[in-house]
Nanobody
Framework: QMQLVESGGGVVQAGGSLRLSCAASGRAFNAYTMGWFRQAQGKEREFVAGMSWTSVRTSYADSVKGRFTISRDNAKNTVDLQMNSLKPEDTAVYYC??????????????WGQGTQVTVSS
């Protein structure tokens, strides 16, 4: 079974940066596609970024493209989300996700508990 734990959330001013990290436990991490989702208060969960297990394919939501970067370190079983030029509308709970499927946009079958990101104006 795959277990995911997010960290790195917090409060940051608009225009600032945060780096989220997701630590994965379980075997065959290198064979999983990894992704980040977020859910703002009163809204549905939405896709943010995804990366294939080989890091060949990546995908980003239009709202974060050019500002966020997903990366993974298979030796450490971690996947990170570097968030730059943060905006108040980026405020949400961010979730790490994993799937053995090839599509970087899902569906995802494993989920972390989430970490809060708050961007102040």
């Amino acid at each position: 079974q795959m277990q995911l734990v997010e960290s790195g959330g917090g409060v940051v001013q608009a225009g600032g940066s945060l780096r989220l990290s997701c630590a994965a436990s379980g075997r065959a991490f290198n064979a999983y596609t990894m992704g980040w989702f977020r859910q703002a208060q009163g809204k549905e969960r939405e896709f943010v970024a995804g990366m294939s297990w080989t890091s060949v394919r990546t995908s980003y939501a239009d709202s974060v493209k050019g500002r966020f970067t997903i990366s993974r370190d298979n030796a450490k079983n971690t996947v990170d989300l570097q968030m730059n030029s943060l905006k108040p509308e980026d405020t949400a709970v961010y979730y790490c996700a994993a799937t053995p499927q090839a599509s970087v946009r899902g569906p995802y079958s494993y989920w972390g508990q989430g970490t809060q990101v708050t961007v102040s104006s």
